[in-house]
């Protein structure tokens, strides 16, 4: 953040007021504080040392900005805490309040370590527990004790239409006991550059792809799968995910694609979407109404481009079925390479391609396979399956092997290798894409458990705005994470999962269960990703607009580091100090480097 010395006279003037009164209003104080960064309680004192009262953003038209307010209470309890934003001015412009919104943070409990891999039905680990402020919950008063901090989550946005300028705002904390507000200074400059829509990012953009997994949700709310009730909640919970930029879905074609990684109470934690049966002449048929609600719903929403299916190899290599002449369920043992598995597949892979050619979606499925089932006879077998236009289902595969399986890793479609490979093979990588791209064929990074810098409750959230950067300097069109929303049991409380860092499963928080109308919630490191997302995208957008700065912009992306000082699981102090550092210092560099563009372009005649 760029602090008050860089303000122009009035806003100075505004500062230095503040700072006259500060004494006279001690019952709360605060700071801005860095959106890289978590604030916890353990850090009362240093965060009430800290009095920057004022600060600059930058942001192009049709963005957001994101910011940090840290307050905290001295000896007394305080009431009815709200957030009192004024519309931002630019001389005769004005970016209405409403386009501002303040959120408190809530704190969840997150394990700090990690209970490993294994059985999906190891219990929940005891102990070693810290307090990770997570997620965005509410912009309604809230009270709060003695001592207490309080982290509030500032998001701009910026219309398409927005005047560009130098807009002044404040931000104001009243409470019952509080006789003068607290109140920050914020100054944003709005570039004259117009960033593209999040759904547009996958066009020759970056975009990311969140696996779903709309089963948890329906658990968590205690609702039918796929019902008009479970649909509300769908809504926004999913124009989330299509606003940041993401636009594939995640779709199951077997139980337990991914072997019972998630959690859930039922027997079958995370089911198939194509629900398999035997009937009494021993064939197969498949119910695809579950497929066909979850695909329908979000074509509906602009959602869907990519549709990937999961999987054609299991984890388990086990599919269960609905055996019809006992009414029980089976499980049919189908592993890569035997007679049963080319069978069985192939008769299921012919059906699923004449029932999505109906629908009209043959275009947008992928098969997914994922590093355990990079088998050259998975592979064969999806190819040998072709529809009425002569062409067979694209594939999908997250992987890491991608050096010692190139020829498999060169079949796949849209293909994406985890950092920690790309960055133990760089070269190897930079060719491979090349190769790929000469063939019209797409490559992203995906991050997951074990990697670091991370995206867990205990990373900072200025960890997830540096993966989309790191992506982008090693020429990835885009990244992946499992999950989106795979929650655990009560995620709004602790984060702690049974085999992965605490919060792997999921970057979006749910409502109370008892919500009326519940609103999923995001979280500091889900908009910190796409913070990051958006960077990325105004980067690939300048190379368009002025290709004469490319090696500049190519010279930014270099100044990106593959990692930080870390322990086995997350960054040290040290670390995530150094990482917020030099994201403040890459940001600052982007918007000098935009600002120098815009007066470039301003200046060239036009035809």
């Not at 230095?16 to 916890?40: F, V």
């Not at 309680?41 to 910011?67: G, L």
């Not at 929940?124 to 004790?145: C, F, K, Q, W």
């Not at 497929?291 to 290599?317: C, E, H, M, Q």
């Amino acid at each position: 953040m760029i602090i008050g010395e860089t303000f122009d006279q009035n806003a100075k003037d505004v500062v230095m007021k503040l700072q006259e009164e500060w004494n006279e209003n001690e019952l709360l104080i605060g700071s801005i504080t860095d959106s890289n960064r978590q604030y916890r309680q353990v850090n009362y004192n240093s965060c009430t040392e800290k009095h920057t009262h004022s600060t600059k953003i930058v942001a192009w038209r049709n963005d957001k900005a994101v910011s940090q307010l840290t307050v905290a209470t001295k000896n007394q309890d305080l009431h009815n805490i709200s957030i009192v934003i004024d519309d931002f001015v630019a001389g005769t412009n004005r970016l209405a309040s409403e386009h501002i919104s303040a959120t408190f943070v809530k704190s969840v409990m997150a394990y700090t370590g990690m209970a490993g891999y294994g059985s999906p039905t190891r219990p929940i680990p005891d102990g070693n527990r810290e307090e990770a402020t997570e997620v965005l919950y509410s912009a309604h008063p809230i009270d709060l004790p003695a001592y207490h901090l309080q982290n509030i989550w500032l998001t701009i946005d910026i219309p398409a239409d927005t005047a560009a300028g130098d807009y002044l705002g404040k931000i104001k904390i009243v409470a019952d006991e509080l006789k003068t507000p607290l109140e920050f200074i914020y100054s944003l400059k709005v570039q004259d550059l117009v960033l593209c829509d999040g759904v547009d990012f996958k066009h020759g953009g970056f975009d990311i792809e969140l696996w779903q997994n709309p089963y948890a949700v329906a658990e968590y709310y205690n609702l039918v799968p796929f019902s008009e009730e479970h649909f509300a909640v769908l809504r926004p919970h999913m124009q989330k995910y299509k606003e940041i930029g993401g636009c594939a879905l995640t779709v199951t074609i077997v139980d337990e694609a991914w072997g019972g990684q998630t959690y859930s109470k039922n027997t079958v934690k995370f089911p198939s979407m194509v629900k398999w049966r035997c009937s009494a002449d021993g064939s197969f048929s498949f119910d695809y109404t579950d497929f066909d609600k979850w695909v329908t719903f979000n074509r509906t929403l602009g959602l869907g481009d990519k549709i990937v299916a999961y999987s054609l190899v299991p984890w388990t290599n086990r599919i269960r079925y609905f055996d019809e002449r006992d009414q029980t369920y089976k499980i049919l043992d189908v592993q890569v390479g035997t007679a049963i598995y080319e069978a069985v597949w192939r008769m299921f892979l012919k059906h699923f391609m004449i029932h999505t050619e109906e629908k009209g979606w043959k275009d947008f499925i992928y098969i997914g396979i994922d590093e355990r089932g990079f088998h050259e006879q998975a592979f064969d077998l999806v190819e040998s399956i072709v529809g009425e236009d002569g062409l067979p289902f694209k594939i999908a595969g997250a992987m890491d092997s991608f050096v010692d399986k190139k020829a498999l890793a060169m079949r796949v479609t849209d293909l994406t290798v985890g950092s920690v490979a790309i960055k133990a093979h760089l070269t190897e990588f930079n060719d491979m894409i090349k190769e790929r791209e000469e063939l019209e064929l797409r490559t992203t990074m995906y991050t997951c458990t074990g990697h670091i810098p991370g995206s867990f409750s205990l990373s900072d959230p200025g960890e997830s705005y540096w993966t989309m950067l790191y992506a982008a300097s090693v020429g990835a069109k885009g990244y992946l994470r499992w999950a989106y929303d795979s929650w655990v049991e009560n995620p709004l409380e602790d984060t702690t999962h049974n085999a992965f860092e605490a919060g792997d499963t999921f970057l979006i928080f749910p409502d109370e269960k008892n919500a009326t109308e519940p609103i999923s919630k995001s979280s500091q490191r889900l908009e910190k990703l796409a913070e990051g997302v958006r960077d990325v995208n105004k980067i690939l957008m300048l190379k368009k607009i002025a290709p004469m700065y490319e090696n500049r912009i190519e010279g930014l992306l270099k100044t990106i580091k593959p990692t930080y000082e870390h322990n086995s699981l997350y960054l040290t102090e040290k670390g995530k100090k150094e990482l917020a550092e030099d994201i403040w210092e890459f940001k600052q560099s982007l918007h000098d480097l935009a600002e120098e563009i815009i007066e470039y372009l301003h200046a060239v005649p036009r035809s």
